[in-house]
């Protein structure tokens, strides 16, 4: 899986290890909503452009885990970790 190649990239940086929670924690995130979203996609790592617009709709409409929409702080914090991701996936 591409995200764990991922994850062994931030290892070998050095990264910290709740920096490396939170990436996963992000990922999680996007990969559930993906999931429901759309069904037939296997890996949220093939995510197009679209996909990611659709995200950021779902995040400010819905975002939290109480239904409610997510702040701009946690928006910008998740999807910082994102472009990182992807940028990482190219």
């Known amino acids: ?5 991922f994850l062994n990239h ?6 910290a290890d709740k920096t490396i929670q939170n990436y996963v924690a992000s990922w999680n995130a996007f990969e559930k909503w993906m999931r429901v ?8 790592c ?3 452009q ?3 617009s659709d995200y950021k709709r ?8 109480n239904g409610s929409p997510a702040k701009p702080s946690t928006m910008q ?11 990482f996936f190219c």
């Open 1 to 5: 899986m591409m995200f764990e190649k």
């Open 10 to 15: 931030l290892q070998q940086l050095g990264k």
């Open 37 to 44: 979203a759309d069904p037939l996609v296997t890996d949220a």
């Open 46 to 48: 093939y995510a197009t």
């Open 50 to 52: 679209k996909d990611i």
């Open 58 to 65: 779902y995040m400010l409409k819905s975002g939290c885990l």
């Open 77 to 87: 914090f998740r999807f910082v970790q994102l472009n990182a991701i992807f940028r």
